[in-house]
């Protein structure tokens, strides 16, 4: 199973990013995915996470109506569109996907996930 995350970069507040997981070793629709982040100093908080079916989805309130998760199992790849970005979005992101096959997107936190990719950096200025 393996992960790997990319899209990160330096933006301004305000602005956008897109970031990919794209999967590979495992079929991505059989398994829940995350969307992890970790700035310094905190610890790593679930930020969206996409079940097995599209319609169960979860958020971290503070992205509620500027982060979209989705998937495109075709293309074995979730994706994590981040709009309004502020500057407390600042963090390494991390995608994972769940070691079981449950469904749900739901409890959105790391124990669940077991397979990790390597993290991108979201810097966003002001």
């Known amino acids: 199973v393996q992960l790997q995350a990319s899209g990160g970069g330096l933006v301004q507040a305000g602005g956008s990013l897109r970031l990919s997981c794209a999967a590979s070793?495992?079929?991505?629709?059989?398994?829940?995915i995350g969307w992890f982040r970790q700035a310094p100093g905190k610890e790593r908080e679930g930020v969206a996470c996409?079940?097995?079916?599209?319609?169960?989805?979860y958020y971290t309130e503070s992205v509620k109506g500027r982060f979209t998760v989705s998937r495109d199992n075709a293309k074995e790849t979730v994706y994590l569109e981040m709009n309004s970005l502020k500057i407390e979005d600042t963090a390494v992101y991390y995608c994972?996907?769940?070691?079981?096959?449950?469904?749900?997107?739901?409890?959105?936190?790391?124990?669940?996930?077991?397979?990790w990719g390597q993290g991108t950096l979201v810097t966003v200025s002001s």
């Open positions: 070793g495992f079929t991505l629709d059989d398994h829940a």
């Open positions: 996409i079940g097995r079916s599209d319609s169960s989805l």
């Open positions: 994972a996907a769940d070691g079981t096959h449950y469904y749900s997107a739901y409890p959105c936190r790391p124990p669940r996930f077991t397979s």
